[in-house]
């Protein structure tokens, strides 16, 4: 059974390192910042750039659509958590790689969560962010065209 | 003016799971047998301690080594994940190259089982070990992006597992002496899609030691000299990396050592490689060379890496069948190596091996192509 998805922003403590969402206007978005100089973005704010040493790392939010680079899922257990739960890194639009969590609750038929498959991602495949799991991490869902099991 | 290095002697503990045997216990069968491969009069003999340990406990090494009489030297102890054990080895090689030091004791202790039921728990301050990404996972992503991007089959990463399982019987010092086939490869549970349980290492207890000191001279027979030695840690993996996940820290690794040494991967007779995961070393056997970007599936499958082929990769069982207890597999692999250039590798030993070569990868921090790597190339000119 993967995780269920809510749109009901976690309470993360200061030094929770999980990439943080921010939900505007019911779009979910990634927090990050982009580099004044060369661009470079990235989903925390550092002082200075990693990649040119620049200064001004500017505040932004990416997404939400996103390319999955890659994707897994887990099948072991962790603690804390019940496996199996879908994985995948995905490229926000012109913004930064992060890791995210797999949910697929269009097969949720009701929408109370339970029945929700865990899903395999193929790289290249179109997803877009969708809230939090119930662990706090960030979740996505996959465009519908780009299932895997999708004809 | 720099010193010539080799290694002098080596030795390990048996590996699996040993709850029954403490660190000390461990470490005193691996460092007991090193000395004594090297000729030494004694423990007094050794001038400096470098450990690599990932779990460890603090003070890990002056726990094991005071009772066999290594007291008073410097000891210092590294983390690096994987690599650990091969980071203490070069910087000891390092340590007697410049010469702070003589005769270096270089020492690999992890005791999983003391720490883990199970699988390695993620770190819950990192990014992503926080989200629940476990080892076995990011493999796994490793392996769904070469079934697309390469069309590398289950069939070839499974063959990694056979392969390394078919070595091990030769190993009588491995955890997993025992021949698997590709259907029963395939048909062990799913871990991290598509990575199935015999593609993927177990915990294990064991330690492993090398002594490094100065060429004695270019006639000893006991001496394997060491032609080269690096350690990258990884640059950013983001969204600007299109090969996956620690490919890049491997080659550029490599390159350094390689140019070091004044070979090409093609000189390599006899290689010990990090195949925690199968798609690992299919992945590492291209970072070093052997075959193209995206060939490493097809390498395999050709035999080219068996004992028997044109350059053996793993022939002590590697990860997967020597077993992978963290800290000190780096130094196991030194180890295999040395036993391989003397001709001492018994059943397993692969023919004519002249230069080897040792590759380590260790990661676990979000955001960067690895922890660190170390590559070596031991052997004579």
Redesign the interface.
């Known amino acids: 059974m993967s995780d269920r998805l809510t749109l009901e922003p976690p309470e993360l403590g200061p ?5 943080r969402l921010t939900l505007v206007d019911g779009v979910v978005l990634a927090s990050g910042s982009r580099c004044a100089a060369c661009g470079h ?3 925390v704010v550092p002082p200075r750039c ?2 040119c040493g620049g200064d001004t790392m500017e505040g932004t939010s990416f997404g939400p659509g996103a390319t999955v ?13 019940e496996p199996p ?1 879908g ?1 995948a ?1 995905i ?2 639009d012109d ?3 992060i ?3 797999v949910i697929d609750s269009a097969s949720d038929d009701d929408g109370d969560g339970d029945g929700v498959a865990v899903l ?1 991602l ?3 495949g179109r997803v877009h962010l969708a809230g939090w799991t119930e ?1 706090g ?2 979740a996505v869902r996959p465009s519908p065209a780009d299932r895997e099991d999708a004809p | 003016m720099t010193t010539e290095t080799a290694v002098w002697g080596v030795g390990t503990s048996l590996f699996g799971k040993q709850p029954q045997l403490s660190a000390p216990e461990l470490t005193w069968v691996a460092v007991l047998e090193a000395i004594d491969d090297a000729g030494l009069a004694g423990a007094s003999a050794i001038d400096a301690v470098y450990a690599g340990t990932v779990f460890g406990d603090p003070g890990v090494a002056q726990r094991a080594l005071q009772s066999i009489g290594v007291t008073s030297v410097p000891i210092i102890t590294i983390e690096n994940a994987c690599a650990s054990g091969t980071t203490a080895f070069h910087e000891a090689r390092l340590a007697v190259e410049s010469g702070r030091y003589e005769r270096v004791l270089a020492l690999g202790i992890e005791t999983m089982t003391a720490v883990f039921d ?2 390695i ?2 770190i819950r ?10 080892m ?2 990011i493999y ?6 070469y079934v ?2 390469f069309g590398v089959t289950s069939e070839q990463m499974a063959l990694v597992s056979v392969k390394n399982h078919r070595h091990a019987v030769g190993n009588p010092r491995a955890q997993h002496s025992r021949t698997v086939t590709v259907e029963q490869v395939l048909a062990s ?6 990575l199935t349980l015999y593609q993927c290492c177990s915990i294990a207890d064991a330690a492993a030691a090398a002594i490094i000191g100065p060429r004695r001279s270019p006639s000893h027979p006991r001496d394997v000299p060491i032609r080269s030695s690096a350690l990258r840690s990884g640059k ?4 600007r ?1 299109s090969k ?1 996940w620690g490919w890049d820290i491997v080659a550029e690794t490599a390159a350094l050592a390689y140019e070091q040494a004044g070979i090409g991967p093609s000189d390599v007779d006899v290689f010990e490689v990090h195949d925690a995961f199968t798609i690992g070393e299919i992945v590492t056997t291209e970072a070093l060379g052997l075959c193209e970007l995206g060939g490493g599936g097809r390498l395999v499958e050709s035999g080219h890496t068996s004992i028997g082929g044109p350059q053996p990769v793993n022939p002590s069982g590697g990860l997967l069948s020597r077993g992978h207890p963290l800290g000190a597999t780096g130094l196991a692999q030194i180890a295999e190596i040395v036993w391989q250039l003397r001709g001492e590798a018994g059943a397993r030993q692969v023919d004519d091996a002249r230069v080897g070569v040792v590759e380590t990868m260790g990661g676990g921090a ?1 955001g960067v192509d690895g922890n660190g790597c170390v590559v070596a190339v031991l052997g004579r000119s």
């Open positions: 030094a929770d390192p999980r990439p973005a990235i989903a990693p990649v680079f890659t994707a897994t899922i887990l099948r072991i257990p962790v603690p804390g958590r739960y994985l890194y490229d926000l913004g930064p790689r890791l995210v969590h395999p193929r790289p290249g662990h991490d960030p | 199970g699988a728990a993620p301050s990192d990014a992503e070990g926080a989200q629940g990404f476990a076995p996972s796994g992503m490793s392996a769904t992006r697309h991007e549970r799913m871990i991290a899609d598509p950013l993996w983001d969204q990396s996956v979000a």
